[in-house]
């Protein structure tokens, strides 16, 4: 949802998100007569990097977001405390942190360093401003301001203009308006620094492809891209993330961290369908690996 440092604001905005079954997994895995204890995050990826095959990092990183197929929806994952700190959790996502995640993962691959330090390290270049952790203001908040960051930065390109998308204008100010329910709401300096934030990234040029025109320009969109879907709701930019996924119809999907079901899921209808009903949902912005 989200970027996921919205998540809690937007559950009780978001008319889609309907309690539903949770897929349950076991915490011990079944091995002759012993149990095995759950891997931790660092055996997690390892195991995740041998096994993942691709022919392009696009291919590559789709391949391993499928891998975590079934994996828990878990909101808040990288509130912590007062001290900001890099987190990694490889077991439960939000939406956002299922996409850098992965992206993290699929650039760690198309280097010779593929070390989990590594991972680590592109995780952070991704989360934060200039990939320093320097505070909860250095972590890049808004899905727009991710994509423009590491446009400028080249781990990705925004295609969304190239797509036929039309300029996208908006005050970005959701997070410091709502700031009573954020866990620093008491830190009205914090807050000054987030609305300073708020207003660069309010002065930057996007664009989004309207969801009514998603079906007539889904070809043009490969696996892997990465999706942000936009919203009508004031002062805030995108409500969702995931991943493009073309399925045997060959119509386009999204692979995402559903808050609907509670975990890592395909979308059960194409996107621009998937979409259409959405109506605090209005379109789409795209990102493609650029390495």
Same mark, same amino acid.
């Given at each position: ?15 889609? &998100? ?18 095995? %204890? ?41 509130? &912590? ?19 850098? &995640? ?103 040029k996007f664009y989004f492809i309207p969801k ?35 399925? %045997? ?23 621009a369908e998937y979409m259409s009903p959405k109506?605090? %949902? ?5 990102a493609r690996f650029k390495l």
């Amino acid at each position: 949802m989200e970027k996921n440092k919205l998540i809690k604001l937007l559950s009780n905005l978001a008319s889609a &998100t309907k309690p539903c079954k949770v897929f349950l997994f076991s915490s011990l895995i079944v091995c002759g007569s012993s149990f095995q %204890q759950p891997l931790n995050d660092e055996e997690i990826y390892e195991k995740k990097i041998q096994n993942a095959q691709g022919k392009s990092l696009g291919e590559y990183t789709l391949n391993i977001a499928k891998s975590f197929l079934n994996r828990p929806y878990k909101a808040y994952t990288l509130e &912590t405390g007062s001290d900001e700190k890099l987190t990694v959790n490889l077991k439960e996502f939000d939406c956002s942190t299922f996409v850098e &995640t992965c992206v993290a993962m699929g650039l760690t691959y198309n280097k010779n360093d593929i070390s989990f330090n590594k991972f680590k390290n592109y995780i952070k270049k991704l989360r934060y401003y200039n990939g320093h952790v320097k505070g909860y203001d250095s972590r890049i908040h808004y899905f727009s301001d991710w994509i423009y960051v590491h446009n400028q930065d080249g781990l990705l390109e925004d295609i969304t203009q190239n797509l036929g998308g039309i300029p996208y204008t908006k005050n970005i100010n959701f997070l410091s308006t709502h700031w009573n329910t954020n866990p620093h709401a008491d830190d009205s300096a914090l807050q000054e620094k987030i609305r300073t934030v708020e207003e660069k990234i309010s002065q930057q040029k996007f664009y989004f492809i309207p969801k009514a025109k998603i079906r007539s320009i889904e070809d043009k969109i490969m696996n892997g891209d990465v999706i942000g879907i936009t919203t009508n709701i004031d002062g805030l930019d995108i409500t969702h993330e995931g991943f493009a996924i073309r399925l %045997q119809d060959k119509r386009l999907y999204l692979l995402h961290a559903s808050s609907e079901f509670k975990r890592v899921m395909v979308s059960e209808r194409p996107l621009a369908e998937y979409m259409s009903p959405k109506k605090n %949902q209005t379109g789409i912005m795209v990102a493609r690996f650029k390495l």
